[in-house]
């Protein structure tokens, strides 16, 4: 018994302490500045102080709208910024995290690592492995090379365009429950709701075939899961931190098992009726036959793979969609003049009747559009990675095991790099500047990611969020409410804290 004691008492130590230390006293000793950390917490209670300090203007509605939102979303990082520059060193627990706003750092950085030898922070691989799972947001190396290999030709143009037609039903259904709740006298309508709603049922149909009905189910528990890991004051980072929050952890767990079920459900009837023919056009279907063609040993996907890869699309796939087309019809609500453009460029080139999916790549403001709200607004407000072996970059070396956390929203705000109107919405700049939108740096502009790991269905994206927005300018106008409160906010995406109440109008 003591023996155990001793051992436990070691364990305790060494993972709260002494690793630790030693780890921040070579990442000092390598030239990396930042808060410092009190271990086990790290520099967690000033991340607390700071969001609590900060006070919540969205008091102001609509009259205070300003799209300078990163001191709003990330206030303790806008601060250390203010104190340690674009690039320093914070710590979760005792993870060191090596926090990046600086677009020519990032390039060097990248240019020295191949896409499958990133890593992903293992501490919200653990964290977040009920939602995600191995999917390939998750997985690395040869792994990732694997799954890649059999998802990507699931994006082509040809199986885009056969899903394409699935996703008109679901916004026609949300357009008419539109009509009605104006037509009995209820012009102001929650969009965001109603637009998560409607992305939910179409990636349910998308990727496997499903009615909403069915598909509700898998993504009620996936959005309760979201709230569970991201909406909580939990430790992430802190040894043994799932039993401080044992209730969460285990809630968490319940819910990923449970939408476990519900996929094996779906992919074990898809199995049992498929022969090995023409696959099923949504992309479960291809995925089945990506790996079918594949299979040699060790290329395809195991059914616990594909079920790891459907929560990852189920969930990347309605919440990046959903949350560009909201913010869009906010900025379209306080810009009438674009909101204006873009109807008469839909009814020059689409016109007022069906949609011919082959005109919507001449769509070319409304691509400006979208892209300026990724800008101001990026549904994917970070991303992270982790090192898996020591990276030289200039005179710096980042050590093997750190983790990386690139701030989007702080670049994408950042005036050196997009000059003085950077919180402006002005589409604009992307009309000569298609790709980058005049920006002086190529990595200060990830809509979708960066490197070798960039999002596989960004083109399903923007194909969506085209034929959904379409479809509404066709049909409404949309301007503020004065009810809605600006307060965007981070729940793992940047959505509206409170909702986005508009008032719609049929044209």
């Given at each position: ?284 279907g291809l995925l089945m036959d990506g790996s079918h063609v594949d299979g040699r040993a060790g290329k395809s996907l195991t059914t616990r793979e594909l079920v790891d890869e459907c929560k990852t699309f189920f969930f990347g796939g309605h919440e990046t969609t959903a949350l560009a087309l909201t913010w869009t019809l906010l900025l379209l609500a306080m810009y009438p003049n674009w909101q204006n453009q ?11 009747g069906e949609i011919d999916f082959a005109k919507l790549t001449d769509l070319k403001k409304m691509e400006w559009v979208m892209k300026e709200v990724l800008r101001l607004y990026s549904p994917a407000p970070n991303a992270q990675r982790q090192a898996r072996e020591d990276i030289q970059v200039d005179d710096l070396v980042i050590p093997n095991g750190t983790n990386i956390w690139i701030d989007v929203v ?98």
């Amino acid at each position: 018994m003591l023996c155990f004691s001793l051992y436990l008492l070691l364990t305790l130590l060494f993972s709260c302490w002494i690793i630790p230390i030693r780890a921040y006293r070579k990442i000092k000793k390598n030239g990396f500045v930042g808060p410092t950390p009190s271990f086990p917490m790290g520099n967690i209670r000033e991340i607390k102080n700071n969001s609590k300090n900060y006070v919540d203007d969205s008091s102001l509605g609509s009259s205070g709208i300003s799209h300078d939102i990163h001191s709003i979303v990330f206030p303790y990082f806008a601060r250390w910024q203010k104190c340690y520059g674009k690039l320093f060193i914070y710590w979760l627990g005792t993870e060191p995290f090596l926090y990046v706003a600086e677009p020519e750092f990032l390039r060097k950085m990248s240019s020295e690592v191949l896409g499958k030898n990133w890593g992903k922070p293992k501490v919200f691989k653990n964290d977040r492995e009920p939602m995600f799972g191995l999917g390939l947001v998750m997985v690395e190396g040869d792994d990732w090379v694997r799954h890649r290999h059999v998802i990507t030709p699931a994006f082509s143009p040809s199986n885009l365009k056969a899903m394409a037609s699935l996703m008109v039903e679901p916004a026609k259904k949300m357009i008419d429950k539109w009509v009605t709740l104006i037509d009995s006298d209820k012009p102001e309508i929650d969009v965001e709701r109603e637009i998560t709603t409607m992305a939910g049922e179409i990636i349910a149909s998308m990727s496997f075939g499903l009615s909403y009905q069915n598909g509700s189910r898998v993504f009620e528990k996936l959005r309760a899961m979201q709230i569970t890991l991201f909406n909580s004051n939990r430790y992430v980072g802190v040894p043994f931190s799932k039993w401080m929050c044992p209730k969460k952890t285990l809630e968490a767990k319940r819910l990923g098992k449970e939408i476990d079920q519900l996929l094996l459900s779906i992919i074990d009837a898809r199995k049992s009726c498929w022969d090995g023919s023409s696959p099923q056009k949504d992309l479960l279907g291809l995925l089945m036959d990506g790996s079918h063609v594949d299979g040699r040993a060790g290329k395809s996907l195991t059914t616990r793979e594909l079920v790891d890869e459907c929560k990852t699309f189920f969930f990347g796939g309605h919440e990046t969609t959903a949350l560009a087309l909201t913010w869009t019809l906010l900025l379209l609500a306080m810009y009438p003049n674009w909101q204006n453009q873009l109807r008469d460029e839909v009814r020059q080139l689409i016109g007022d009747g069906e949609i011919d999916f082959a005109k919507l790549t001449d769509l070319k403001k409304m691509e400006w559009v979208m892209k300026e709200v990724l800008r101001l607004y990026s549904p994917a407000p970070n991303a992270q990675r982790q090192a898996r072996e020591d990276i030289q970059v200039d005179d710096l070396v980042i050590p093997n095991g750190t983790n990386i956390w690139i701030d989007v929203v702080a670049m994408h705000h950042d005036p050196t790099i997009w000059g003085d109107d950077v919180n402006d919405f002005r589409p604009d700049r992307f009309k000569d500047d298609f790709l980058y939108g005049g920006c002086k740096h190529k990595m200060g502009f990830l809509p979708f990611g960066f490197g070798g790991r960039m999002c596989v269905g960004r083109n399903l994206t923007m194909m969506e969020y085209k034929v959904v927005l379409t479809l509404m300018l066709t049909r409404f106008s949309f301007s503020l409410s004065p009810s809605y409160r600006h307060s965007p906010s981070i729940l793992l995406s940047l959505r509206p804290k409170y909702g986005l109440p508009l008032l719609v109008q049929p044209l």
